[in-house]
């Protein structure tokens, strides 16, 4: 269980109706309109990223399929089913989980408390011996301040705790901003395991180099919205594209 797999391949549990399908989804803070009619899907036990430069969207995105923002309107359809009314507790309930950009580890608390307190909400959540056996560093810091860890081992940290919660649909917000290129390297081999595994992953990465490495398909979002998509196989056919639009 658990074994490495090459990041990039296709999803063996991928099918050709979307697990998770956004049409025209538009987004407010306050009066600011944010999200001007996004367009995506994402197919069981794929990896899928959302590409862009800051500011563009995807944030708000991730934000906004879980229910919170303050307004929204459009489509999010998850399992067939519309959630875009639906309150993010329930959203929760249903199989997603958002891994933040700011990871909202606790310092006051030590690593066993941070990852032992968000509730399970669907049977089906990694086991702490999983956990360990993907993450062994936190075996190791159990009891350590949150404030003790380093920017990877709080990553760590955050991502593990949404796995115990039996979600199987991750939302994972920048996982390698900040980090080591070591780090990263293993966050992208875990990235792999868990969609191995049969995870669905929706990350929204600036790193594209890292995300060409996980990702089997990529939507570019601008100025609210997806203005292009391509799998990872039609990369180098595009690469002027990305060239244009991130300034990689």
């Not at 519309?82 to 959203?91: A, F, G, L, N, Y």
């Not at 959540?125 to 920017?151: A, H, M, V, W, Y």
């Not at 929706?202 to 799998?231: C, M, P, W």
């Amino acid at each position: 269980m658990l074994d490495a797999v090459t990041a990039g391949a296709p999803a063996a549990a991928a099918v050709d109706k979307p697990l998770l399908a956004v049409e025209n989804l538009q987004a407010w803070y306050g009066e600011s309109h944010v999200l001007h009619g996004i367009t995506f899907d994402v197919r069981e036990g794929e990896v899928v990223t959302l590409l862009g430069r800051n500011g563009a969207g995807k944030t708000t995105t991730l934000k906004s399929i879980m229910g919170i923002i303050g307004k929204r309107s459009g489509s999010i359809r998850f399992g067939g089913e519309e959630i875009v009314r639906t309150s993010s507790d329930r959203i929760a309930r249903k199989g997603i989980a958002i891994c933040p950009e700011e990871r909202g580890i606790f310092s006051s608390l030590d690593v066993r408390e941070n990852l032992m307190l968000p509730p399970v909400v669907r049977s089906g959540g990694l086991s702490l011996d999983q956990i360990f056996t993907l993450f062994p560093n936190l075996r190791e810091r159990l009891n350590s301040q949150g404030t003790k860890l380093s920017g990877g081992e709080q990553q760590m940290l955050a991502i593990a705790r949404i796995l115990r919660t039996g979600a199987r649909f991750l939302m994972l917000d920048e996982p390698t901003e900040g980090l080591a290129p070591v780090i990263i390297q293993q966050i992208g081999h875990t990235i792999a395991r868990l969609k191995k595994e049969g995870f669905t992953i929706l990350l929204v990465e600036q790193n594209f180099r890292f995300a060409s490495t996980v990702a089997d398909r990529f939507y570019i979002v601008e100025h609210g919205k997806v203005i292009d998509g391509f799998s990872n196989s039609e990369l180098q056919s595009n690469m002027d594209k990305l060239h244009a639009y991130l300034g990689v």
